[in-house]
């Protein structure tokens, strides 16, 4: 008889012990009262002693003022978790409760089962988990979704609206142009016949690359092909109006490399445009070179142009950033932005090296697979 009380008041210790180290409320009891629960039981709902909770549970749940958490609606007392674990049901419900002490709101998962003994319920056990910042961050995540989806709408319009507005005018110049080369190519210099040609194609590159733009801006997905870097250069510089004194050089033999070919044409005509616009040298020379270093092709634009000061480096990837305050220079501030961002829509990166009067070096680095 000793050794059978010895064994239960272990058992009793190892199961208290067992209780107090679990993380979540722990609570035993009944309809009547909480019989037994750990310290962070009492401390989830501000009470200081177990007597404190061995009162009815439709009184507990009045002090603590349990509601359904996507209503706010006061639980019934046949609705209380725990009181439904007593008579056979196991159940589980994420409830608001207001903690008596502070009055602060909690969001509680309240799981409960009964405490079965020779086919009889003998109590009811229920473990309850603080689940506040797990929902908040949830409504925040929501909210910030449905706030992106809006955006993505008003930016979906702005990009139809602009496509349109630039479209336009280059659908009247289009014609013009042909209609002055066809009624004066008897009078025009051979010359003149050739710059009309390359203005008329210049309009339809544009025009063309408008629209693939608008196209590749309302694809969910930006599809990846292989792209020979060698081409999408050729075409870009073809679309510049490089000035007589700056010379491109681009490395023969680049990579063909997977990434969206529209993107990529981006990255290039942004990153030239700066290193043309801003060329302060009357012999002006700019480089394409590229490099292979741990499975990605590191690419490089360099020129000899002004340079840049080091503090400015970070910042003028900023949206509206400029290290060139030159109002001569017409120019947005978002050239290089875009492309950080098209190079973080790849979990790649872009960044620059430079020297006052030295010039600048641009590098961005594409995955090899």
Known sequence: MFNELTSLKIQAAELTA?????????????????????RKALDMLGFDTLEELNQEIEVLADKIKTRDLYTG???TTEEEPFYKAFFGESNERDVLITHIKSGKEIIVRCSAAPVIADGQIIAAIAINTDITEKIQYKRELESAIKKLKKQNEELDKFVYTTSHDLKAPLNTIDPILQIVKDENKSVLKKDSVHLLDMAIKKVRDMSDFIHSLLKSATTLEKVKELVDLNKILNKVIASLNVPSHINIFVRHNLPAVYFHKYSLMQIFQNLLSNAIKFMDKESGVIKIDCRESDGKYIISVSDNGPGIAKHELEKIFERFGQANKDPSKDSSGLGLSIVKDILKENNSSVW?????????????????S
């Open 18 to 38: 067992i209780i107090e180290c679990i993380p979540d409320a722990v609570y035993i009891g009944g309809p009547n009262g909480i019989l037994r629960a750990n």
């Open 352 to 368: 620059a090296e430079s020297e006052i009067n030295e010039g600048t070096t641009f590098y961005f680095m594409i995955s090899k």
């Open 73 to 75: 609606r006061r639980l």
